[in-house]
């Protein structure tokens, strides 16, 4: 069924990423067909937060990225981002109704808030179990409450393809779970593909539909069920599986020369 | 001018012995005008830590004098400016080309553009002649230069109506705004473009020592006892009206240079908020 790209939404060919004189990804092949939540799984350093960033188009690249919307090629597809994490300090005097409003209207949220569009970001946040932190400071959120919130706007309008980076970090177990919940009824409630990228290869398996392991090039790909007796090979083999890689001056560069963190 | 005029009348109306005189009319309707506009731009420059970049800017002036006084100008605003536009936009250039740490490359930017000021004004001893730029001089500031004011208070505040929200996602997160379709770089260049207008415009008002502070410390205060976008331009507003309109007055009867004095306001009000911030959040 895979592969098949009647119903392929995001295809990326032959990707290749280079940082200086790093090769960051190498030979990426990774098709997203609509309406599936693919995971994609590596340790740090392996080019997941670089390879979200490429499908952004924030990041030159050698190969193909090209996207369908609704069977025909698009050249701007609408894209949600949560990203790992923002570039906002604590004190920041930012509240969640004013970045949802911010999303959601043209209206300067300096100039302040009315009551219609408070009711309107309030009715954004609900849908992810997040109205009643309308008017909680950015900073002061929980990392599975700015989760979810960010998961709202990116939601907002409706995307065609969503990326979530390292949702994992910095929740605890519980919001984890209510997360990857969510983000699992997304794929029935909107016909969207998910990418989602994680270190967290046990968290995610019960809810995603296909796991690909990326170490600078795709490892292995495949239902979760049959990578996670491949994880017993790599709990049986220790780390050793992750040494194994595509590239051969990433093992002169050193680990982690390059990623997202 | 009619309106300069009825400003005038206005203020002579006050029981006080300041308001007879026009230079303290004048200045008080600068005051009005540029506060509020320091306080807008101040709560972005916070936002973004650009607040070394801000005192590179003023800075610049200096560099910008000393070419003019080069090339033979008799005014240097234009110099000024140029100079303060082109850095601006270098350094949001270099900023997004390279990952390089940009405080060094400021700090860099900032020994070399003063250094090269000073060598040049302080030719044949002729420094003296400029120390006005450093301190500011509030009270010479004329009708025309008011005008300008005006212009640029109306410019900002349009900026801030069309790119307000652009510019909150710019500043939560550069990729999370692009994901939104917001040209990013567009939107800081054409702020920093702007910052480099109102930091040159006032800055003989203010003085090149000082002007960051007059930027900064409303917005540092506002933030204090903010949790909102919508408190925190209000109160960056209101504590720069409040120090600009109290620290000129009280400058008038102390006999002490205007711009030292309002930032010496605005500090109090940052001391203040910053206590009952503490406080508040106990």
């Given amino acids: 069924m895979r592969n098949s790209c009647e119903h392929c939404c995001t295809k990326i060919e032959d990707l290749t990423v280079k940082s200086g004189r790093n090769t960051i990804l190498s030979g990426v092949n990774l098709h997203v067909n609509c309406g599936e939540v693919v995971g994609v799984v590596g340790p740090n350093g392996a080019g997941k937060t670089t390879l979200l960033r490429t499908i952004l188009g924030e990041t030159a690249f050698q190969g193909r990225i090209t996207f369908r919307v609704g069977g025909s090629p698009s050249k701007n597809p609408k894209i949600g981002y949560v990203p790992q994490k923002l570039q906002l300090d604590q004190g920041a005097p930012i509240s969640v109704a004013d970045l949802v409003a911010s999303a959601i209207s043209r209206r300067p949220v300096w100039a302040g808030i009315n009551k219609d569009l408070s009711v309107k970001a309030g009715k954004v946040l609900a849908v992810f179990a997040a109205e009643h932190l309308l008017k909680r400071k950015i900073g002061d959120l929980s990392g599975g409450e700015l989760q979810r919130v960010l998961l709202a706007i990116a939601m907002t309008p409706a995307p065609d393809l969503l990326l979530l980076d390292e949702p994992a970090s910095g929740v605890d177990v519980k919001g984890l779970a209510l997360f990857y919940r969510i983000v699992r009824g997304l794929r029935q409630t909107h016909d969207i593909s998910i990418v989602l990228v994680t270190h967290d290869l046990a968290g995610i398996s019960s809810y995603v539909d296909r796991i690909v392991l990326l170490n600078r090039c795709v490892i292995a790909e495949g239902d979760p069920k049959d990578v996670l007796s491949n994880e017993k090979l790599l709990e049986a083999f220790g780390p050793a599986l992750w040494n194994i890689s595509c590239l051969p001056n990433s093992i002169a560069n050193g680990k982690d020369a390059h990623g997202g963190h | 001018m009619a309106v300069i005029e009825a400003w005038y009348k206005l203020i002579s109306m006050l029981p006080f012995d300041w308001a007879h005189y026009v230079f303290m009319k004048n200045a008080l309707l600068a005051v009005l ?121 109306a410019a900002v505040g349009l900026y801030w109506v069309i790119a307000g929200n652009a510019m909150i996602f710019t500043s939560v997160s550069q990729s999370l705004a692009r994901s939104r379709k917001v040209n990013t770089f567009w939107v800081e260049t054409s702020f920093t473009v702007l910052l480099a207008l109102v930091v040159i415009l006032s800055i003989k008002l203010a003085g090149i020592l000082i002007i960051n502070s007059l930027l900064v410390l409303p917005a540092a205060a506002a933030r204090n006892i903010s949790r909102n976008m919508y408190a925190y331009t209000g109160w960056a507003v209101i504590i720069s009206l409040f120090s600009g309109v109290s620290g000129l007055i009280a400058s008038y009867y102390w006999g002490t240079a205007s711009g030292a004095t309002i930032v010496l306001f605005a500090a109090a009000c940052y001391a203040v908020s910053a206590l009952s911030g503490a406080v508040r959040n106990r």
């Fill in chain 2, 33 to 153: 005008l540029v506060t509020p506009l320091f306080a807008l731009m101040g709560t972005m420059v916070v936002s973004n830590r650009m607040v070394f970049f801000t005192d590179v800017l003023g800075h610049s002036a200096l560099t910008g004098i000393a070419v003019g006084v080069l090339l033979g100008f008799h005014d240097p605003v234009l110099p000024m400016l140029i100079l303060a536009v082109l850095l601006s936009v270098g350094i949001n250039l270099l900023k997004n080309l390279t990952r390089a740490s940009m405080d060094t490359v400021l700090g860099v930017l900032f020994a070399f553009i003063v250094a090269l000021g000073i060598v040049i004004l302080s030719r044949q001893g002729g420094f003296v002649k400029y120390t006005s730029y450093l301190i500011g001089d509030i009270l010479t500031v004329t009708p025309q230069q008011i005008g300008w004011f005006f212009a640029i208070a």
